[in-house]
């Protein structure tokens, strides 16, 4: 993989994990970078359950890697809200 290849992977998991970000209720804290981080992450977790499917760009399938995604923001979410209201 070149330089420029891993720049676009990380870009395409980027911009995966921003739309998964409007499909559930939560958001991501940081910016570009934790974003690519957690569409990498969710790639991984969506092509565990679901395979590896639909269009595929730069390689990094779109679909299993939005759903993935989108599930990952959905846990950080949670968890966020449940540290925010522990009293410690």
Excluded: D, Q
Aim: aromatic share 12%; glycine share 14%; net charge positive.
């Amino acid at each position: 993989m070149t330089i420029i290849g891993f720049i676009l992977f990380l870009i395409v998991a980027a911009v995966c994990a921003w739309i998964a970000e409007y499909f559930v209720p939560g958001r991501i804290p940081g910016g570009f970078f934790t974003a690519a981080v957690i569409g990498i992450i969710g790639g991984w977790i969506g092509a565990n359950l679901l395979g590896s499917f639909g269009p595929s760009l730069e390689g990094v399938a779109l679909l299993p890697t939005i759903i993935g995604s989108a599930i990952l923001v959905f846990a950080l979410a949670m968890l966020s809200r449940t540290l925010r209201g522990a009293k410690v």
